[in-house]
């Protein structure tokens, strides 16, 4: 068995985590029959932890029966039973021959979240107290929970600088349908909007459901071409400021300051979307667009990446000539995200949980990315280029070889891996060379590996049947 | 004492809720210090329980120091420490001759659910459950998760007739976030609705932030003006077939026909808003518009009145002629309801509770409403009108006297009554003499009680100051 590591988590004892992490890769079958486990030595330097520690989740596997010791040979693992054996074959893929699809291994997939170090314990406290409020038995506030609506006032001037009223906070459902009600406003007044190209799908179609006609800014690698604004018809930009989707540049203050003087020149808005602005890795993340003008800005967050998509809670801070505006068009509208999730994410963040959580998912994220890039430059090395790798939770891949995007991702399916594309992303610009979007949030530090591992035989050698 | 009254749940021991109950109305302040309790054979005949039950209720409320027996006397409210006090400061009104507006005591309020018997453990349980899900920590499915799909499905053909693949479901967060979307879509096609009047102004702003005209169908006491249906301009109607809002009518099986039938004749598409169906007091509920056609009916109904509005939970069901568009048209859009509460409630429905929970909520809301009407009657007889008892969360009250909505409203009031208004529901129509809206749901008997013994005063007796 080759090295194993996984990030650990602070909150359970080692010798569990290194337990069921081994015994997870066992039920999988990532461990087969007789496989030889690292020594109690060698994997206690890898983990950096105790060989206690490392002794103490063996002789755990050895009593429930996953492995055995042969003495001074070491560690091995026993034969399944039938009931992970089933698990098995549904999980580990088989590399025929015969053209058929394996089972996927890898899923490279963004939009999700690392379940082994959400705060389960703490969010369900949290959620259960909501539950015995007087207030979660009727219609909440049609514009979000007031006590949510503060402690995001807080964390907005503190993390990224920007300065509200928690009146001026509107709670919503997702980004999509913050920009389709603001549409339905802003199109009394707008016919057009200059959206980045590559950029975020979903916003697009928010707006164009709304009638709007887009107009693209091509954004390049380095970032996008703002010298063309001041060409452009539309006196509205959306624009993801602080981690560029997909390419995952960030504007320098030159730049921001740019967007501003031209938003104030053509008398017109600016919607920042600032979905991941948590997961920056390098640098302190750059105040928002929002925190340098106020009056021009349209501020867009959401707690999807940052804590769990399916709660469903976004939020956004409207400037003060559209939120009177904005509160009388839907005056008879009821909320759209849950008051329980609200008032337990309120909760959570007054107590500092919310902090905490950013704070240790920024860590893991790092490590993660981190060992992504590093296992990448192994493999591919100057065949590859590795884009947006100081923050958020994917990264994107250039290769540069004489395959389509299409070929990429087939031949990775064939070895049990799911890659993304980027070319939906483009309106009128197209990449050169083909461009992959990998995620990492949910995958663990052997996923990491294995996907990686199996891309390069991927990409690397010719498939069988060709 | 007047007699004390309030239904019992068959969840928890008898005596304890008697205790709870009298506790409670100790601490708010509605039992004063010295006031005599009803004796316990009395009680135990009012509740219809046993003498041991209401005996053994006294005892624990003795021995914590609420109450105190006075041998043949009877029993008697202890004066209350300090922390009390406090409480019943902040909600006890204080009928104040200096036109103060006293504290709200009885809020009639509809949109709010009884919180006394919600399934709070069972809820939590499966709430747990579904966090830790794997699905719970990526995005969940755009249109809504398809374990909720499949159960509603057969809830709708099961309760309402309404026969329909879990396909053609969508699942939203609210009617009018529904509404706005599905507007999105409709406008290519229409550009005026039809909508009741007096009607739901949610659905009225819904459809007018799409710029769609809006046309009155006027709607009486007895049910909407069907007949003018065909000298109206719009092809496409929005109406509540079931219990109308507000009036409370439910429409006949032959004007339903009649609806169906215009549909057609038009080529329009009929809105079919089912959002309280499931309490119906008399027969049975009527199959809903959409089991008798499904092609011209798009079918919303809500969980906020029949189990939590806090939780978000809506969902329509489309024809075949709109629902692939409607995918087409939302592709990129995530979905809008928490996917932790969808797959709670997949979960409650498929083991059975749902349906467990909207019976007894039947019963009880019944309950509450024959009590209120019993009341309502006792005390103005044929000086008021009762509108719409016979299903929904609230009643109509049209007063016969010489005082406006908003005299009634205030006098109201200044007891610490909260009534609603009714003339926002109205368009062009409006109603000859006050008609007021009381909601139920979330009150006790005992706020039943003393909520219209409040309004007696209120509306028989000039005020102080007049």
Redesign the interface.
């Known amino acids: 068995m080759n090295d194993f590591i996984f990030p650990m988590s602070p909150k359970e004892p080692k010798y569990k985590q290194i337990y069921q992490q081994l015994k997870m890769l066992i039920e999988q079958g990532n461990l087969k029959s007789n496989d030889s486990l690292p020594s109690i030595r060698r994997l206690a330097e890898t983990l950096q932890v105790s060989r206690n520690t490392t002794l103490t989740a063996y002789e755990q596997l050895v009593a429930e029966g996953y492995i055995r010791g042969e003495g001074r040979k070491g560690y091995f693992v026993n034969e399944l039973e039938q009931v992970f054996l089933q698990q098995e074959e549904a999980t580990v893929p088989t590399l025929s021959t015969k053209q058929e699809q394996p089972t996927l291994k890898i899923d490279f997939?963004a939009?999700?979240?690392?379940?082994a170090y959400?705060p389960?314990k703490t969010?369900?406290q949290f959620?259960?107290r909501a539950?015995?409020l007087?207030?979660?038995?009727?219609?909440?506030e049609p514009f979000g929970e007031p006590l949510l609506k503060e402690q995001l006032a807080q964390y907005l001037l503190q993390a990224r600088g920007v300065k509200c009223d928690a009146e001026a906070i509107i709670i919503g459902?997702?980004?999509?349908?913050m920009l389709?009600?603001l549409g339905?406003l802003l199109k009394h007044d707008f016919t057009s909007v200059i959206v980045e190209d590559p950029g975020y799908?979903?916003a697009?179609?928010?707006f164009k459901?709304?009638g709007f006609e887009l107009e693209a800014l091509p954004v390049l690698e380095h970032g996008a071409q703002l010298h063309l604004l001041p060409d452009m018809q539309s006196r509205l930009l959306y624009i993801t400021p602080s981690h560029h989707f997909p390419y995952g540049v960030t504007m320098t203050i030159q730049q921001r300051q740019t967007v501003i003087q031209w938003a104030k020149k053509v008398d017109g808005y600016i919607i920042e979307d600032d979905y991941d602005s948590e997961f920056r890795y390098g640098q302190q993340p750059f105040p928002a667009l929002a925190s340098i003008d106020h009056s021009r800005v349209i501020y867009i967050g959401t707690f999807?990446k940052s804590f769990?998509?399916?709660?469903?809670l976004s939020y956004m801070v409207l400037p003060k000539s559209l939120l009177y505006r904005y509160k009388e068009?839907?005056?008879?509208?009821?909320?759209?995200?849950?008051?329980?999730?609200q008032l337990t994410m309120a909760a959570f963040m007054d107590k500092g949980e919310w902090t905490r959580h950013i704070k240790r998912m920024r860590i893991i994220y790092k490590q993660k990315m981190h060992y992504l890039v590093e296992q990448l430059k192994q493999h591919f090395g100057n065949d590859m280029t590795i884009l947006g790798e100081h923050s958020g939770l994917y990264v994107l891949i250039k290769l540069h070889v004489h395959l389509t995007e299409d070929q990429l991702i087939q031949r990775a399916a064939q070895y049990g891996v799911k890659v993304y594309p980027t070319s939906p992303f483009f309106l009128k610009c197209s990449a050169a060379e083909p461009v992959l979007q990998l995620g990492f949030s949910?995958l663990t530090m052997e996923d990491i590996y294995q996907g990686v591992q199996l891309l390069a035989k991927a990409w690397r050698r010719p498939l069988n049947n060709e």
């Open positions: 997939r939009g999700a979240v690392d379940q959400f389960l969010w369900r959620a259960n539950l015995q007087e207030d979660s038995f009727v219609y909440g459902s997702s980004t999509q349908q389709l009600y339905c799908i979903g697009r179609q928010a459901v709304n999807s769990l998509p399916g709660i469903r068009q839907f005056s008879e509208f009821e909320q759209n995200a849950s008051s329980l999730h949910k």
